[in-house]
């Protein structure tokens, strides 16, 4: 059964890089036509769609996080990895990776359990 | 951007009830559109996408409908397990979630 898990610091001072590890098990991140993205839910903004990537490194981005985030993909250990840089405090949120299912822009049909991320001096 | 709106905010309903949430797209967004359940504490959970498709192992007693910009979801016969919050989301130009129904114990 697939399954996605999240790995992040927790805590990121305001102005520096959040860094986010989403390793896929009981699966492959190169899976024929499923793309692999990036979600965050915060009180104030809900559910935002942040990035989604392809095995082959094809990348799309939320228009309003374009500027600061990047997604890249390590097929050598089954990983997908977000970076947003320059945070402020807007960026504290619980970041999910999820998998998409029906192509590039699809319904996320498998979740990991979300990762919090407080950004604060 | 397409911004999507739901309908009611909160919900309160009894065990057996029959309830119906809505969602309006601020364009047309064809059939690009999926249903999720979140509980407290979890991440959310694909119910039904492309509409009306209903995800594997999802009870039938959810079950979807519209087409354009307005979208219904409705449970027929709520049981415990579906007091929860609900988010509809549209993936035909990127992708956006509606801001969440909460559905409460009356």
Not at chain 2, 45 to 68: A, C, Q
Request: one cysteine or more; glycine letters at 10%.
């Amino acid at each position: 059964q697939l399954h996605l898990q999240e790995s992040g610091p927790g805590l990121v001072k305001p102005s520096e890089t959040l860094s986010l590890t989403c390793t896929v098990s009981g699966g492959s991140v190169i899976s024929n036509g499923y793309y692999w993205g990036c979600v965050r839910q915060s009180p104030e903004k809900g559910l935002e769609w942040i990035a989604t990537i392809y095995y082959s490194g094809s990348t799309y981005y939320n228009p309003s996080l374009k500027s600061r985030v990047t997604i890249s993909v390590d097929t050598s250990k089954n990983q997908f990895s977000l970076k947003v840089n320059s945070v402020t405090a807007t960026d504290t949120a619980v970041y999910y990776c999820a998998r998409l299912s029906g192509g590039v822009t699809g319904a996320f049909d498998i979740w990991g359990q979300g990762t919090i991320v407080t950004v604060s001096s | 951007d397409i911004q999507m709106t739901q309908s009611p905010s909160t919900l309160s309903a009894f065990v057996g009830d029959r309830v119906t949430i809505s969602c309006r797209a601020s364009q047309s967004i064809s059939s690009r559109l999926a249903w999720y359940q979140q509980k407290p504490g979890k991440a959310p959970k694909l119910l039904i996408y492309k509409v009306s498709s209903l995800e594997s192992g999802v009870p039938s007693r959810f079950s979807g409908t519209g087409s354009g910009t307005e979208f219904t979801l409705t449970i027929s016969g709520l049981q415990p397990d579906d007091f929860a919050t609900y988010y509809c989301q549209q993936y035909n130009s990127y992708s956006t979630f509606g801001q969440g129904t909460k559905v409460e114990i009356k």
